[in-house]
């Protein structure tokens, strides 16, 4: 038996990868962070597994509860929000895992700055504008290596999604505006794909007041860069001119 860790998707439970929900079916101890995860993950689950919400739970009682049910050749899922490689603090259960001799898998999930871009219904990689999207966070009880202090990253002007932030939106705003010129769009969505999402759109010079008008301070994603709304290239791979390795350019240049 392994342990499997699932990335459960930003929270519409629809959102969860096939292979994921498949192991939550069949899963006898689930052990999911409560405080992002969506219960109606586990709504698939056996009426006989063993459930827990990590939320309250230690790194030691996690493996500890891990562990015992291994022994007990049971299958054990691992339930994180969006994808568990981002912010998901799994390295540290892997590692421990790895130590044990327990096997173990990790499932991918959809992260929540991808369910941003779907929420906005925008592209972060638009041809001219950016060609690469950051993903980082501000600062907090856990420290950024300075090389990545949000003024440092903000010099390249590309399409960042800046988590676990919002409720240091002007602190957020004022590192950004070191770089990013003062009319630069940015939104932020809350829990997106929730039924309960909202979405604020503004530029670095109004967002800080418009979030803390919509009462946002948690569970949101900061987006910042031009793709939000300007004149961009289309696309080569579609452009008909243009020649690839699945099409051929109908009209013979390229
Ligand atoms: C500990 S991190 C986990 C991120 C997660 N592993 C992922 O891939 O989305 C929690 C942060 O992710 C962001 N987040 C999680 N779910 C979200 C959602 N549905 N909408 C917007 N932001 C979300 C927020 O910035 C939140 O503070």
């Known amino acids: ?24 079916k069949k899963a006898d101890l689930i052990i999911y962070a409560g ?26 009682e996690v493996l500890e509860k891990m562990e ?9 899922a691992r339930v994180h929000t969006g994808d568990p490689s981002i912010y998901g603090a799994i390295q540290e259960q892997m590692d421990a895992l790895e130590e044990k001799g327990i096997d173990y898998e990790v499932i991918p999930g959809v ?10 219904k925008r592209e972060y990689t638009l041809p001219d504008v950016s060609q690469t999207v950051i993903v ?40 950004l ?9 940015v939104a932020v969505v809350q829990k997106a794909s929730w039924f ?24 949101a994603m900061v987006v910042v860069g031009d793709f939000l709304d300007t004149e961009y290239s289309k696309s080569k791979l579609y452009d008909k001119d243009f020649s690839h390795e699945y099409r051929k350019s109908k009209t013979g240049s390229n």
């Open 1 to 24: 038996m392994k342990v499997y860790f699932i990335g459960a998707g930003p929270g519409d439970p629809e959102l969860i990868t096939v292979k994921g929900q498949k192991i939550i």
């Open 35 to 60: 405080s992002l995860v969506n219960p109606a993950v586990l709504d698939v689950a056996k009426n006989n597994s063993e459930i827990y919400d990590s939320a309250a739970m230690t790194l030691e």
């Open 68 to 76: 015992a049910a291994i022994a007990d050749g049971k299958l054990v």
């Open 111 to 120: 992260s929540s700055f991808l369910a941003t871009a779907a929420a906005l």
């Open 136 to 175: 980082t966070r501000l600062e907090g009880r856990t420290s950024v290596p300075d090389k990545e202090k949000l003024h440092k990253l903000a010099k390249h002007n590309a399409s960042m999604a800046i988590f676990l932030s919002v409720h240091m939106i002007e602190d957020v705003v004022k590192e």
């Open 177 to 185: 505006a070191q770089e990013y010129p003062i009319k630069t769009p």
């Open 196 to 219: 309960d999402e909202k979405k604020v759109v503004g530029t670095l010079e109004t967002i800080a007041a418009k979030v803390k008008e919509a009462e946002i301070n948690k569970t």
